[in-house]
């Protein structure tokens, strides 16, 4: 099977600039996509096919994918942002097909 | 809107059977494929089943497989999920979701506890 590793936890100051990193071997070459879920809720897709941002999310939310790494990056992070973040591929050579990475918590100091 | 709204989650015993719902609103159920996705408490998300649009392909994650069946009723815009032979590992929310690739919508879940 596919596999997606993140680090469990990510710490930023306000204002500063987070950067949650998704590594998978060649993601580079898949589409990832990235879901934003707060505590108690369900969770929400932020970043679609590498890159896209969903209706509603903010500019501050980008995403990258290059060789064994994708990246979502979250500029002028806010209190708001505290969450956890999962990223995710469609493998359709893999059992299972759909693959979560294991998700990074984001404190906002 | 969309809306999708799970139901059926209880307290099972180990061995015992489930049958999850989910009721779509806001959109036709009948043009998308559709998932089941769990999170077992303070753990990450789990890719559990899929369905295509008209039910006649299903997929299953190797921990559920032979155990739990996807199906739906596209004229009840509802989504369905049997579980027989529950495990205690099957403890988690339960969300159904929307679309093949990516998930553009979830459900709030619903909890499965599976104890003695």
């Known amino acids: 099977s596919y596999v997606l590793t993140q680090p469990p936890s990510v710490s930023v100051a306000p204002g500063e600039t987070a950067r949650i990193p998704c590594g998978g071997n060649h993601i580079g070459s898949k589409s990832v996509h990235w879901y934003q879920q707060k505590p108690g809720q369900a969770p929400v897709l932020v970043i679609s096919n590498d890159s896209d941002r969903s209706s509603g999310i903010p500019e501050r939310f980008s995403g990258s994918n290059s060789g064994n790494t994708a990246t979502l990056t979250i500029s002028r992070v806010e209190a708001g942002d505290e969450a956890d973040f999962y990223c995710q591929v469609w493998d359709t050579s893999s059992d299972p097909p759909h693959v979560f990475g294991s998700g990074t918590k984001v404190t906002v100091l | 809107e969309v809306q999708l709204v799970e139901s059926g989650g209880h307290l099972v015993q180990p061995g015992g059977s489930l049958r999850l719902s989910c009721a779509a609103s806001g959109f036709s159920l009948s043009k998308f494929w559709m998932h089941w996705v769990r999170q077992p408490p303070g753990k990450g998300l789990v890719w559990v089943s899929r369905i295509n649009s008209d039910g006649s392909d299903t997929t299953y994650a190797d921990s559920v497989k032979g155990r739990f069946t996807i199906s739906r009723d596209n004229a009840k815009n509802t989504l369905y999920l049997q579980m027989n032979s529950l495990r205690v590992e099957d403890t988690a929310v339960y969300y159904c979701?929307?679309?093949?690739?990516?998930?553009?919508?979830w459900g709030q879940g619903t909890q499965v506890t599976v104890s003695s």
């Open positions: 979701a929307r679309r093949l690739d990516p998930i553009d919508s």
